[in-house]
């Protein structure tokens, strides 16, 4: 199924001014209020996610609890990728129902295994170069976690709203 996402405005490459935050928060709630889809609500989602932490790509993770697997749903620039429940940093995330915030993935102690055995290796067979991550569990109606967003940033220098982020 070829997928429609938004491509993030070079110029929003930088830190969102307060007033700009609002107007992707409010943009995107009224597209996701007005979908009926599925797949392309999550779409949005992500969209919405990478053009707010003006992060380079962002992938949506769903749980199937009956293959104990993780698959990605939604993935700007990869496609689909099926791993076990508990691999890498969205399987931490996900087993210990906690959000995962790394500053620097190059320098980061806590998720060093976890680093070297996912963004660090692709990073060596891409060539691209993660500086900090975000990995956040999300929930069904009922409570539940059915998946996560894994936001990549490589900007040099964190956005305000990381910062803040970082900070809670």
């Avoid at 930088?14 to 209020?33: G, N, Q, S, T």
Wanted: hydrophobic share 40%.
């Amino acid at each position: 199924m070829e997928q429609e996402h938004t491509t993030i405005n070079p110029r929003l490459k930088k830190d969102l001014e307060p007033e700009e935050m609002l107007r992707v928060i409010f943009d995107y709630a009224a597209k996701i209020a007005n979908e009926r889809t599925l797949d392309k609500v999550l779409m949005l989602m992500a969209d919405m996610g990478r053009e707010m932490i003006v992060s380079d790509r962002c992938t949506v993770w769903l749980l199937d609890t009956q293959k104990n697997e993780l698959w990605s749903k939604v993935a700007h620039g990869l496609d689909e990728i099926r791993i076990p429940s508990s691999a890498g940093l969205v399987g931490y995330a996900v087993t210990n129902d906690q959000a995962v915030f790394i500053h620097d993935a190059y320098t980061n102690e806590e998720y060093k295994s976890y680093l070297q055995n996912g963004a660090l290796r692709t990073d060596q067979q891409t060539g691209y170069r993660t500086k900090a991550l975000m990995v956040i569990p999300f929930r069904n109606s009922q409570g539940e976690i059915m998946g996560l967003t894994k936001l990549l940033i490589s900007l040099p220098q964190p956005s305000n709203f990381l910062i803040k982020i970082w900070s809670i």
